[in-house]
């Protein structure tokens, strides 16, 4: 079975820190990989996605992610972070497998000082 | 507007009762799903459906029930058999078949058994 383990539960930095949140999926065949971010008071919504190609993705509001086959491994990363960063952050993989569904890890929250 | 709509937005039932929340979605998706997301928890899948008339447990599936008798609709049903229902939950559709993994969520519904 799959399973999505996201290394911190709660991060907290300065405004212009920088910010890797750590994602490891465990899935022997091949899988898509998501981000998702849920910001205080809204629903989630996608913050980047891979595929298969560039294994270095890039997302909304400064957003990347690598994936890194080897480790199984699809880091969140921003250079430097803003106020309106603050939100929880959900690290999710899907079997390319007709029929599945979307697993979620247990969700990284951010905060932002300004 | 195109999107996935969910009621009630809180609802407060006594134990022992059952509850069904609405999930109902203009987006033409074939697929839809349903998570609960607890603190610290993440979201954890309850059930899915890929079309009409079909669905597939998710990995807590105890206590709940659905049906997928329309492509725009899939309710949730709280059992008296769920253990532990408060929660908030969240209906998620996507594209299928060819589904890429990108859902998109509706605004959640809390739920409160006293």
């Known amino acids: 079975a799959q399973s999505v383990s996201q290394h911190n539960h709660h991060v907290i930095l300065s405004e212009a820190a920088s910010l890797e949140l750590g994602c490891n999926y465990s899935?022997?065949?091949?899988?898509?990989l998501f981000w998702y971010v849920q910001y205080p008071g809204q629903h989630l919504q996608l913050l980047l996605k891979?595929?298969?190609?560039?294994?270095l993705v890039k997302g909304i509001k400064g957003f990347e992610a690598e994936f890194i086959k080897s480790k199984f491994s699809f880091n969140l990363r921003k250079p430097s972070v803003q106020w309106s960063d603050t939100a929880e952050y959900f690290c999710?993989?899907?079997?390319?497998?007709?029929?599945?569904?979307?697993?979620f890890g247990k969700g990284t929250t951010l905060s932002v000082s300004s | 507007d195109g999107g996935i709509t969910q009621s009630p937005k809180y609802l407060f039932r006594k134990e022992g009762q059952n509850v069904t929340l609405s999930c109902e979605q203009n987006l033409n998706h074939d697929a839809m799903y349903w998570y609960r997301q607890d603190p610290g928890q993440g979201l954890r899948l309850i059930y899915y459906s890929q079309i009409v008339n079909d669905f597939q447990k998710g990995d807590i599936a105890e206590g709940y029930s659905v049906s997928r008798e329309k492509k725009e609709s899939f309710p949730l049903t709280v059992t008296s058999a769920q253990k532990n229902p408060t929660a908030f939950y969240l209906c998620a559709s996507s594209r299928a078949p060819g589904n890429t993994g990108e859902l998109f969520f509706g605004e959640g519904s809390r739920l409160t058994v006293l």
């Open positions: 899935y022997g065949g091949t899988v898509n």
């Open positions: 891979y595929f298969s190609g560039d294994p």
């Open positions: 999710a993989v899907m079997s390319n497998q007709a029929g599945t569904a979307l697993i």
